[in-house]
T-cell receptor, first 115, second 116 residues
Framework: GQQLNQSPQSMFIQEGEDVSMNCTSSSIFNTWLWYKQEPGEGPVLLIA?????ELTSNGRLTAQFGITRKDSFLNISASIPSDVGIYFC???????????????FGTGTLLAVQP | NAGVMQNPRHLVRRRGQEARLRCSPMKGHSHVYWYRQLPEEGLKFMVYLQKENIIDESGMPKERFSAEFPKEGPSILRIQQVVRGDSAAYFC??????????????FGQGTRLTVV
């Protein structure tokens, strides 16, 4: 089945640094979603991408849908302590078309920010 | 994720017992999805339900697991005769209609099941 691989697995940075993480797949996705999960909580949607090449921002977060539709990246600028958490990419299986009622989640990137 | 209520937050069961996990979707949402998250892994889709209907259960284990979303009341994920490998966080998400483009599904805080 389709899989999403995220890198890096974990990042330990200082407050104020910029962060970049990515998500790759061996197969095409038509939608890319980025979620953040804090300890003991459920995932919260950060950014949704629906078109190849699309670049979308949400505050200090920027994400792009790769042209090949096989990858996406998420950047966080000027990190702050509350950015701590696990960041997941996700997308619907190709046989679901654009409907996202079933998601495949990536392996996650753990972000730790030191004040 | 405010609004999707899951209970209990933590559940401990002995091997062989039954676990019942409840999910009340956000007001106005008629679509419910269950996901399982094993330690240090991403979420894995289990089942998609609408009121009184199972739409897609392709991620459900073939045995011991069942889900329902009755006309009245919360959605229930039921695990019979639990084993240690069932220990995981179980998340419910809901959406107002089929989770299509531009419609966000909201996740609950999850139920952490520990089998001892």
């Amino acid at each position: 089945g389709q899989q999403l691989n995220q890198s890096p697995q974990s990042m330990f940075i200082q407050e104020g640094e910029d962060v970049s993480m990515n998500c790759t797949s061996s197969s095409i996705f038509n939608t890319w979603l980025w979620y953040k999960q804090e300890p003991g909580e459920g995932p919260v949607l950060l950014i949704a991408l629906y078109k190849a090449g699309e670049l979308t921002s949400n505050g200090r977060l920027t994400a792009q849908f790769g042209i090949t539709r096989k990858d996406s990246f998420l950047n966080i600028s000027a990190s702050i302590p509350s950015d701590v958490g696990i960041y997941f990419c996700a997308g619907p299986p190709i046989d679901y078309g654009g409907a996202t009622n079933k998601l495949i989640f990536g392996t996650g990137t753990l972000l730790a920010v030191q004040p | 994720n405010a609004g999707v209520m899951q209970n209990p937050r933590h559940l401990v069961r002995r091997r062989g017992q039954e676990a019942r996990l409840r999910c009340s979707p956000m007001k106005g949402h008629s679509h419910v999805y269950w996901y399982r998250q094993l330690p240090e892994e991403g979420l894995k889709f289990m089942v998609y339900l609408q009121k009184e209907n199972i739409i897609d259960e392709s991620g459900m284990p073939k045995e011991r697991f069942s889900a329902e979303f009755p006309k009245e009341g919360p959605s229930i994920l039921r695990i019979q005769q639990v084993v240690r490998g069932d220990s995981a966080a179980y998340f419910c998400a809901s959406s107002p209609n089929r989770w299509v483009d531009d419609t966000e599904a909201f996740f609950g805080q999850g139920t952490r099941l520990t089998v001892v």
